[in-house]
């Protein structure tokens, strides 16, 4: 089974994507499920992950209603305001929702770097581990040393990281990111997404900028801990969807047995897809 395990759907005019503005062009337009059938097809894609793109329960209920009238959409991870004092009563609501498989703050747009660590959060996560659910870290490189003691403190949260933590391809930066990657990946059980690299690279971007970044994931993490996404419609800003995949598949330069956990049984394995 192949699983696009990152991508999102959206609408505007529901007005809680603070993030989307006319600026980001290609992007700012609705996104449904009519869009992204025919790429998934083309690219034999059996099942998706269905990720939130805007920091409300809104939004978590709008993806709830949209995969359950859609059948290639076999999971949802959305979002709770971890710091709210009902969280863990939201959490075990929505919980209730056999497509709803994990949640995702938007760590990467919140100024406090420590902010995963506050003991105030604690009630959401202990509930997150009750009901069952996954942890999707949207980290950057920054992050990585807080996300590991967060791992440590709640050995039980099952926990994948989001394109790689986002790495400073751009920039050409590895070091630094390489090194946190390699402890997170030795000290902890955590998984990692091969998404959002295309958008992290430069405008005039080749499989050659990546090479060395995805190198890295697939050595620290193996092909047991990694799973492919699109980050599809983002990765609009860079690439189309049969692009990234044909990069992706090209990248991972890994048996038949590992290419299929990494394109998909990593995903039904971790999310528990149907």
Known sequence: MKIDAHHHLWDPSRGDYGWLTPELGVLYRTFGPEDVKPLLKAAGVDGTVLVQAAPTVAETDYMLAIARENDFIKGVVGWVDFEAPDAPEVIARLAREPLLKGLR???QDIADPDWMLKEELAPAFEALIEMGLRFDALTFPVHLGNLRELIRRYPDLP??????SKPYIKRREIAGWEADMRRLARETDALCKVSGLVTEASEDWTPSDLRPYVDVLLDAFGPDRLMWGSDWP???????????????????????????????LNAVRFYGLE
């Open 105 to 107: 703050p938007m760590i």
């Open 159 to 164: 926990v994948v990281i989001d394109h790689g």
């Open 234 to 264: 983002v990765s609009l800003l860079a690439s189309d969807y049969a692009e990234w995949e044909a990069v992706a598949q090209s990248l991972l330069d890994v048996s038949d047995e590992d290419r299929a956990k990494i394109f998909g």
